[in-house]
């Protein structure tokens, strides 16, 4: 069966330090990779939508920036965190049949 | 990707049926509709799609009008563990991002 790894789940950490999230997926090949933010008690935005390695779109002007550099491995990151990263962060990924699966998600809060 | 409708927020009893509307006028004619919720803390679960004929899982029911403008998830019997928001996204299966809009957040009353 196929399973979605989101680690870690919690996280604090100073304004201006590094950010890099994992993400990884077991049991399937060549699945759309997503990263989503939702700010605290706000909707779900889309941040990054990968259909292959290397092969990444950004969907909103940001600080963050992410990258697949295996099939199933989808990273996010950051140089310099702001404030305005604080949130709860979300990988997913689906293929042919549209159905998505969503890791547990990790919370990020920038002090 | 065609957008979708849905009213902010709907209450329900317990144990009754549980039934959210979503409009998607102008979807296409390849694009599905999927329904997902998102439970308070935790990462959106799907529930059901479907492209034109009525479907049924274990957790629900969906169906679409004819014409295809517009949906309905069907809860049976909804529980207190049904409150959240649900989320009606039309898409090409498999084949273009997940945008997710406002939802509906559902609740139950005892």
């Known amino acids: 069966s196929q399973t979605i790894h989101q680690w870690p789940a919690t996280l604090v950490q100073p304004v201006g330090s590094p950010l890099s999230l994992e993400c990884t997926v077991e049991?399937?090949?060549?699945?759309?990779l997503y990263w989503y933010r939702q700010a605290a008690g706000r909707g779900l935005q889309l941040l990054f939508y990968s259909v292959g390695i290397g092969q990444i779109s950004s969907e909103v002007p940001q600080n963050l920036s992410a990258s697949r550099p295996q099939d199933r491995q989808f990273i996010l990151s950051s140089k310099k965190l702001l404030l305005s990263d604080s949130g709860f962060y979300l990988c997913a990924w689906d293929r042919d049949r549209g159905e998505a699966f969503f890791g547990q998600g990790t919370r990020l809060t920038v002090v | 990707d065609a957008k979708t409708t849905q009213p902010p927020s709907m209450d329900c009893a317990e144990g009754r049926a549980a039934n959210l509307p979503c409009n998607h006028s102008t979807i296409s004619g390849n694009e599905y509709v999927y329904w997902y919720r998102q439970i308070h803390s935790q990462g959106p679960q799907y529930i059901i799609h479907?492209?034109?004929n009525n479907e049924t899982n274990e957790m629900a029911s969906l169906i679409i009008t004819e014409d295809r403008k517009s949906s309905t998830l069907i809860l049976p019997h909804a529980t207190l563990r049904d409150t959240a928001v649900y989320y009606c996204?039309?898409?090409?299966?498999?084949?273009?991002?997940?945008?997710f809009g406002s939802g509906t957040r559902l609740s139950i009353r005892p």
């Open positions: 479907g492209l034109k």
């Open positions: 996204i039309v898409r090409v299966a498999g084949a273009s991002k997940i945008i």
């Open positions: 049991g399937t090949s060549n699945p759309n």
